[in-house]
């Protein structure tokens, strides 16, 4: 069964503090990896987009990478402005969504 | 240049009322689809079309109804709304079908609270 877990639930960071969020799936021939951020009172925005293991793809202080198992969100020296929850989300023979996870970033 | 646009994003209704959500897409996108958020952020798929036609219609009360009038648009109706319609509902379209790899750009989402 396709199955889309992240973890952890939250986290909270003091700014600095680099990190990772994990996302592990299951899923009969991926198509495609997905990672969103969504702030309160908006939608999931596009972060990035992975298709096969061993990629990788970078935005400002975030960092993408994709194994045949899982990917990371690697944040790397963070501010208070990185906080919101990340969702990852998979293409397999549907689309799965994960959890989410909440990062808070303290000053 | 609202890519996803949906209205209206707060709605306040009373129990038994029927409602109606409008999205609009300026993409040009061929799939469109209604989500459902729930208090722990969890987003299910209700609906989705593409080119009009109905693609995915998950396990939903039948109280929900998606109608497309053509591809750059989605609505949602809600008949005889219960208190546990209460959510956040979000429109999203992608090129093509999300599960063929393409990605999923969202709407800024509706706040329905039944009372």
């Known amino acids: 069964e396709d199955q889309v877990t992240q973890s952890p639930e939250a986290l909270r960071l003091q700014e600095g503090e680099s990190s990772s969020l994990n996302c592990s799936y299951t899923v009969s021939g991926l198509r495609g990896l997905f990672w969103y951020r969504q702030d309160p009172g908006k939608g999931p925005e596009f972060l990035f987009t992975?298709?096969?293991a061993g990629e990788e793809k970078e935005k400002e202080r975030l960092k993408a990478t994709l194994t045949k198992k899982e990917s990371f969100l690697h944040i790397t020296a963070p501010k208070p402005e990185d906080s919101a929850t990340y969702l990852c989300?998979?293409?397999?023979?549907?689309?799965?969504f994960g959890t989410g996870t909440s990062l808070t970033v303290i000053p | 240049d609202t890519a996803v646009s949906q209205t209206p994003k707060y709605l306040v209704t009373q129990m038994g009322n029927d409602k109606s959500i409008k999205c609009e897409q300026n993409?040009?996108?061929?799939?469109m689809y209604w989500y459902k958020q729930d208090s722990k952020k969890f987003l299910k798929i209700m609906f989705s079309y593409n080119n009009k036609e109905l693609i995915i219609n998950e396990t939903v009360p039948n109280r929900f109804s998606p109608k497309s009038p053509d591809k750059a648009h989605l609505n949602l109706h809600i008949n005889s709304l219960e208190l546990g319609d209460s959510a956040v509902y979000f429109c999203?379209?992608?090129?093509?079908?999300?599960?063929?790899?393409?990605?999923?750009?969202f709407g800024e989402g509706s706040w329905l609270t039944v009372v």
């Open positions: 989300a998979v293409a397999g023979n549907q689309f799965y």
């Open positions: 999203a379209s992608s090129q093509d079908r999300a599960r063929r790899g393409n990605t999923i750009y």
């Open positions: 993409l040009g996108h061929d799939t």
């Open positions: 992975l298709y096969s």
